[in-house]
């Protein structure tokens, strides 16, 4: 549960340095970091497989897809912005699969970014 807590701390504190400048990219250092973070999120969220609402990881969540939103929206991507409003979707309505598999997407689609930007 630690290192679920930390992942999101740290995923969220790049997400909200990058996002503070609305009209910049994250730098290929973010994208690489935050996908790496958001591996480790996805791991511990195996572990735990739920959401429970009003909870710590519920509130953390919360703030983690609101980031995320606001990079697909820096990165005017389609594909994150489809794989964020699901995983949206997944933690609005507590469903942990939902927002598993989600959170997958979103991971593919910063590598994606990742490659395009900075190989």
Do not use: H
């Not at 958001?38 to 009003?54: H, K, N, P, S």
């Not at 939902?98 to 930007?117: E, K, M, T, W």
């Amino acid at each position: 549960m630690k290192t679920f807590n930390k992942g999101i701390t740290l995923a969220l504190f790049l997400l909200l340095s990058c996002s503070a400048y609305a009209d910049n990219r994250p730098s290929c250092q973010d994208l690489d970091e935050i996908a790496g973070i958001l591996d480790q999120v996805a791991e511990a969220f195996e572990q735990t497989g739920e959401i429970r609402e009003g909870g710590e990881i519920d509130n953390a969540l919360g703030d983690l897809v609101d980031g995320l939103l606001a990079i697909a929206k820096i990165e005017n991507d389609r594909r994150l912005s489809r794989n964020v409003n699901a995983m949206a979707d997944g933690w609005e309505g507590m469903d942990g699969d939902q927002f598993a598999s989600s959170l997958d997407g979103v991971i593919g689609n910063l590598d994606s970014l990742y490659r395009r930007d900075c190989e």
